[in-house]
């Protein structure tokens, strides 16, 4: 066989590893008994160990090593197609991320980060920071050494936020979050002088979770979210895995108090599964069968969530149905009612759970904490009261207990440190796609309100999913859109938006 043959050979078994790795992980999360933890630890290190010496293996190295240049990522024959050196360069930057990490250290993280998941779970259900501290502690020493291994870009952090959101440095993060904020603020000051415009009771009742449930399956299906290669389950904290594209996880939270959660949940993880489900199968175990990054990735969720889920055309053709689920809540409640109930802006604590104009402040929180970890080395020791001062200063609110505050997200428990600025990226990306689709789909609005969202479905599988990591993000906002990744359509939508909703 030759050089690139083997190369491809040893990223299928790479890419069933992961699928082991990824199914275990999601069973962890799911349905896993709680006295498991300590041997699915062990289990998925194992894994990870596998997949890291695989990667940088003798015969990965050999091969690898006969097309590019180990040491800088240069192509020795340059006569290959455009699209075979790229695949190439993507292969290589991988393998040069893992060759730079110890095989020994890969499993001490890998079974710190699946313990310390279950110690946070367990502090948060006890309101407890000291209880997660010391593994926190733990887990940034472990991103320190990360960082030496991998090398620091322009910052210490940098590093971290290139594993999430390649090519991506914060200095451009910083340069995007301060647009927002400029804008957002005096904005949300605006509608928070006019609060009571909006009324969102309704959405607080008693809302059977049954019925919740099979609502947001029906819209999970409506989007196109493939059940024959797919299936939804029920997770404390909800997020999306998949195997492959014909194996494709998602999982919702339910609360009969809030309806608004649950369906949001939903569309955003079905967001997420339509990606999964889009890549291509035939390039499933390499880079081009793999999501271009956390921010495209993030992208997709949230224009299923919000600009399509708050959106009047969606609603225009979903209320009636929810309407059936829950008469006695809804029969009497007029559809604009409930479309302004759905979009309320009220600064909360929760992250999963704020509205679309303040869920970017609470991104920058998350953001502004992870570089002082990484950069300047603040203690985690005094995290809570950090967390609570920045919610305060950008939120105008005070978290109550640390459930509510430096405790809330998993992330950190797991070590994705870096990964929270894809969140509001991910914003950015998808009103852009949102413009672009509207100019693109005729009548886009038309078809919505007639639920008919396969249209949408379709554009963003041929514009996006297919793709995979043939291209970077930049290259594939400039091919699309014709312009550079910026805040103002997104910030231009939301202005419109709620000065319509609160008559601003």
Known sequence: MSALENVLNELKKISYLRGAEALLSWDQETYMPEGAGDARSNQIAHISTLLHNTLVGETMSKNLGELVDLGSGKIRDESLPAREQRRLKEIWRDYHHAAALPSEFVEEVSKHASRSQQLWVKARQANDFSMFQPSLEKTVEYKHREIEYLGKLDTPYDTLLDEFEPHMTSAKVTELFSEIRSRLVPLIQDITAVKDRVDNSILKKDYPIEQQWDFGMSMLKAMGFDMVYGRQDKSAHPFTTSTHPTDVRVTTRLMANDL???????????????????????????????????????????????????????????????????????????????????????????????????????????????????????????????????????????????????????????????????????NLYSAMWFNQAQQEIRDLNGKMAQGDLLPLRDWLREKIHRHGRSKTADELVREITGEELSAKPFLDYLEKKYQGIYGL
Not at 302 to 321: D, I, M, T
Not at 417 to 425: A, C, D, K, S, V
């Open 260 to 426: 608004k959660s649950a369906l949001l949940s939903t569309l955003h993880e079905g967001g997420h599964g339509l990606y999964e489900q889009g890549l291509p199968g035939e390039e499933a175990d390499n880079p081009f069968g793999e999501a271009i990054s956390l921010g495209i990735h993030e992208s997709q969720s949230r224009l299923w969530e919000n600009l399509v889920g708050l959106s009047r055309p969606f609603w225009a053709f979903a209320y009636p149905k929810l309407q059936e689920y829950f008469p006695e809540s809804l029969t009497n409640v007029p559809e604009d009612d409930f479309y302004k109930a759905m979009n309320k802006v009220e600064p909360s604590l929760i992250r999963v759970e704020a509205d679309e104009a303040t869920y970017n402040l609470h991104i920058m929180v998350r953001y502004e904490i992870e570089k002082l970890l990484i950069n300047e080395n603040y203690p985690v020791a005094k995290l809570p009261e950090l967390w609570n001062d920045k919610m305060e200063e950008y939120l105008g609110i005070r978290p109550d207990k640390d459930a509510n505050g430096v405790l809330q997200d998993v992330h950190w428990s797991f070590g994705a440190i870096g990964y929270f600025p894809t969140y509001t990226l991910g």
